[in-house]
């Protein structure tokens, strides 16, 4: 089993900035891609960035050039750096964690980034 444990959410204003932290642990074997994902009231789960063990990383159309991901595979922590927030950024961001070769996806219990205008 895999753990996933996010922080750092909260109400920030438009423009403003917020860090989205996630630490896994548990049985990581296999974990290659880690990343995020948010859920907007009423919308569906959309990814947002990922990122691979090697440091590969792949975002979101919306959010290119406002967010950056982060990965410390020693500790196994990814990050979601997140500026110049709009508020159709608000939504609860989950983490997520892949395994390779069974294409199981993890996640953690999500955080709720609220963006006033």
């Known amino acids: 089993q895999v753990r996933l444990v996010e922080s750092g959410g909260g109400l920030v204003q438009a423009g403003g900035s917020l860090r989205l932290s996630c630490a896994a642990s548990?049985?990581?074997?296999?974990?290659?891609?880690m990343g995020w994902h948010r859920q907007a009231p009423g919308k569906q789960r959309e990814l947002v960035a990922t990122i691979t063990s090697d440091g590969s990383t792949n975002f979101e159309d919306s959010v290119k050039g406002r967010f950056t991901i982060s990965r410390d595979n020693a500790k196994n922590t990814v990050d979601l750096q997140m500026n110049n927030l709009k508020p159709e950024d608000t939504a609860v961001y989950y983490c997520?964690?892949?395994?390779?070769?069974?294409?199981?996806?993890?996640w953690g219990q999500g955080t709720q980034v609220t963006v006033s205008s």
């Open positions: 997520y964690a892949h395994r390779g070769y069974d294409y199981y996806d993890y």
């Open positions: 548990g049985r990581l074997f296999g974990i290659h891609v």
